[in-house]
C-alpha cells in the first residue's frame, strides 16, 4: 500500500521560505511515477505546484513565478517542497501526491496546513 | 494553460436524483481527465481516471463520459454519501488544471 505523509512547520513568516517534505512508503520513487505537490487554499479549489520525476524532469507551475522548486531524495525516499517569499495568499493545505504517466493522481497524503502570518 | 471550466458551481440535489457535472477544457485533451469526490476536511478521492475509467471500489452508479473538449461525471442515483465536493483534472499538459469544483448539497 502506497503511504505519503507531508511534515514541515505549521507556521511560516510572510516573506520567508516555506519547506515541506514528503516521506513515502511502499513504493519507492526511484522506480517511476510523477511525484506531485497540490494545495487548497482554505474553503478554495485545488492548484497544482509542480512535479518531478524520476527520470530527471520537472515542471512547475508558471502562476507562482519561479519561487517553487521540487527536490528529492532517493536514499530517504522522500520528495521536497520549497516556496520563497512567502505571502499571505500561500496559506493553504499542501499535500503531496503520486500520478501515473498520462494518468491522474491516484494516491494524496493528509495534507498539511501552512499558514502565513507574522 | 488549459482552462477547465466546470459548472455548476453548486447544486442541490435529493436523495436518488440522477446529478450531472460538466468540465469543459478550452483545448483538446484527449482523454486526458480525472475526477475526485472531496468531503470536508477529507483527501480527493479519485472516481474516475481516463475520463470514464471507474476506480476499483467506487459505486457503479458514479459514471464518467466525454464528448470532444465537455466532459461529464453522472450520478445516477444520489446517495447520502455523495454530498461533497466534486473536481475534475486535466493532466494532458502542464501546468495540470482543476476545474473550480461542484458543491452537491442536500435539497
Known amino acids: 500500500q502506497v503511504q505519503l505523509q507531508e511534515s514541515g512547520p505549521g507556521l511560516v513568516k510572510p516573506s520567508e521560505t516555506l519547506s515541506l517534505t514528503c516521506a513515502v512508503s511502499g513504493y519507492s520513487i526511484n522506480t517511476g511515477y510523477y511525484w506531485d505537490w497540490i494545495r487548497q487554499s482554505p474553503g478554495e479549489g485545488l492548484e497544482w505546484i509542480g512535479c518531478f520525476h524520476p527520470g530527471g524532469t520537472t515542471y512547475y507551475n508558471p502562476s507562482l513565478n519561479s519561487r517553487v522548486t521540487i527536490s528529492f531524495d532517493t536514499s530517504k525516499n522522500e520528495f521536497s517542497l520549497r516556496l520563497t517569499s512567502v505571502t499571505a495568499a500561500d496559506t493553504a493545505i499542501y499535500y503531496c501526491a503520486r500520478r501515473g504517466g498520462h494518468d491522474s493522481v491516484d494516491y494524496w497524503g493528509q495534507g498539511t496546513l501552512v499558514s502565513v502570518s507574522s | 494553460d488549459i482552462q477547465m471550466t466546470q459548472s455548476p458551481s453548486s447544486l442541490y440535489a435529493s436523495v436518488g436524483d440522477r446529478v450531472t457535472i460538466t468540465c469543459r477544457a478550452s483545448?483538446?485533451?484527449?482523454?486526458?481527465l480525472g475526477w475526485y469526490q472531496q468531503k470536508p476536511g477529507k483527501v480527493p478521492k479519485r472516481l474516475i481516471s481516463?475520463?470514464?475509467n471507474l476506480e476499483s471500489g467506487v459505486p457503479s452508479r458514479f459514471s464518467g463520459s466525454r464528448s470532444e473538449t465537455e466532459f461529464t461525471l453522472t450520478i445516477s442515483s444520489l446517495q447520502p454519501e455523495d454530498f461533497a465536493t466534486y473536481y475534475c483534472l486535466q493532466y494532458n499538459s502542464y501546468p495540470l488544471t482543476f476545474g473550480g469544483g461542484t458543491k452537491v448539497g442536500i435539497k
Open positions: 481516463v475520463a470514464s
Open positions: 483545448q483538446g485533451i484527449r482523454n486526458d
